[in-house]
């Protein structure tokens, strides 16, 4: 036989547990309620019309999650105490093979699943979804351990003439966009699968080896919001991985202008190989350093 507490402790132990509850969500640091009120998303995102679309996706479903547990565990509870064993002799009602009830709760998952599936693929339409003519055309190439940004001069000839940024293992380079403007990112790799991830974006995409001209993974973003982000690589591509990092900064379209004028030119975009060279391990580059920078 269970041990049965009376009534009054059971009352009390329920009360303690509430209170502790209580204090434990009201001990939360400012931080964490910043967090709670954008769903856990980056702080200062989304900063393109296309990363909306994810944070409405993301708070949503959270929201229809929320009402779902809460129905469940109201119903826990409910049932906890309204079928309770009332004495040593009594036995709750015990339910089987109710036919409507399983039937309930079989096509109820089912049908938030086709709700949720329909509204993200709905989502991913309106993120994949590309303008034939783009304000700005940046061709990324992620090699190992760094970036390199190709800056199109003429988005209609994405072969000619490019201003370009190239980091190192050591180095973070600097991605520059203006604001307010449809920028198309084209993405290439010389060596191994990378992954092109702003996480004020709300969204990232690989970069696969091998794809040249049309083939390659491409998206394109509305930027919103000024200011000074982060990026990185987010595919396991090597020994320096972890420093494959890269800063974004969106600008103003003037400062963007002028940006342009301070960075190198090449006739053709770097791609990779001789162009974009693959950056050695941070044990080689310091190596070659301590050399004299001699082959």
Known sequence: MGLQLPKRARQLALGAMLGISFLMLGACSAEDKAQASRWAMPADSPITEQGQYIADLWKWAWVALLVTGGIVWGLIFYVSWRYRRRSEDEIPVQTRYNLPLEIFYTIAPIMMVVVFFFHTVEVQN???D???NPD???QVVGQQWSWTFNHTDDPQDVDGSVHYVVGTARDI???VLPVDQTIEFKLSSPDVIHGFWVPAFLMKMDVFPGQKGEERNSFQ???TKEGTFMGKCTELCGVSHSRM???LKVVSQAE????LTTIPQAEHPLLGGSDAVTQAGLAEAEEHESNGGDE
């Open 221 to 223: 973003v509305h930027t």
């Open 256 to 259: 963007y202008a002028d940006y």
């Open 130 to 132: 590309e303008v034939d």
């Open 126 to 128: 309106k993120l994949l």
């Open 136 to 138: 700005q055309v940046i």
């Open 173 to 175: 380079p600097t991605l």
């Open 245 to 247: 990092l890269f800063n």
